[in-house]
């Protein structure tokens, strides 16, 4: 089941080419109370709403891919975890380039741990990245995103795959300099996942997925997933030893080698085979 959000907060089931509308399924969700829960809703009732969903878009209105606008397919991450350096030749690429690495020393995610991004950088793929700071280096990174479907605290990694909700495409946009990586990171529309949420069962295998990125046509990233120095599991299982995994929180899995600037005006496009492929263009002045 692929799910999207699209045009001011609606619910759509994307088969095919078309965008079928099944918001009254969000009628279904529970009431909440103040203070909120920090979670997503949706993502947390998903396995119990796919019958209402299938049912609705017998009669929903449908509407062509190309004609609606996508909105992060997960509305209310209680958190944007990002893996630095889990790909063996980013980490490479990050020692070589000392613009990427900053002066600091590339060992590894073992060592690094794992960050957090503000969910005020969350963005659909129809918006736009709105650089800041010009006298600095903004670079692109693809990568695979893991939405977590259900509460989950010092998970193993051979249970790990059953607390998955499903998959986007991520990318987690970087600004380059001496801050850490939850500070660079976080500026807002540099953390994208679209087009949509391909729920775990339709992905056979989220460790031996092709993704790509290319940046005006010129391809810039080329990987598979099968390439992690972590594997999805072995994520989940990190993350979790420190951090209670919500539903609807995102991991962002790491980006592979090809990594490098983008300027306003530029438009880039990723894919993942299995999950899609976006276009995001890149605002024509920093912000």
Known sequence: MMICRFNGGNLGLVKG?????????????????YPLPQKDLLI????????????????????????????PPVANPGKIIGAPINYKAHV??????????????????????????A??????????????????????????????????????????????????????????????????????????????LVTADEVADPDALDLWLTVNGEPKQKSNTS?????IARLIEFASSFYTLMPGDIIMSGTPE??????????????INSIGQFSIRVAPEYA
């Open 258 to 271: 090809g990594v490098g600037p983008v300027r306003p005006g530029d438009l880039i496009e990723a894919g």
């Open 119 to 196: 969910g005020t950088s969350l963005i659909g793929c129809s918006d736009d990245i709105v650089l800041r700071f010009p006298e600095r280096r903004n670079d692109h990174e693809i990568e695979l995103g893991v939405i977590i479907g259900k509460q989950g605290n010092q998970i193993k990694a051979a249970d790990a795959m059953g607390y998955i909700a499903g998959y986007t495409v991520a990318l987690d946009m970087t600004l380059r300099g001496p801050e850490f990586q939850c500070f660079r990171k976080s500026i807002d529309t540099y953390s994208v996942i679209g087009p949509w």
């Open 17 to 33: 080419d078309q965008v079928i509308d099944v918001t009254p399924v969000l009628g279904l969700l529970p009431a909440q109370h």
């Open 44 to 71: 947390e009732a998903l396995p119990k709403l796919r019958g209402a969903i299938e049912a609705e878009a017998k009669k929903g209105t449908s509407h062509a891919l190309s004609s609606v606008r996508f909105e």
């Open 92 to 117: 490479e690429e990050s020692k070589a380039d000392a613009n990427i690495g900053h002066g600091r020393n590339i060992t590894s995610i073992g060592d690094w741990g794992m960050f957090l991004k």
């Open 227 to 231: 390439f992690l120095v972590y594997d």
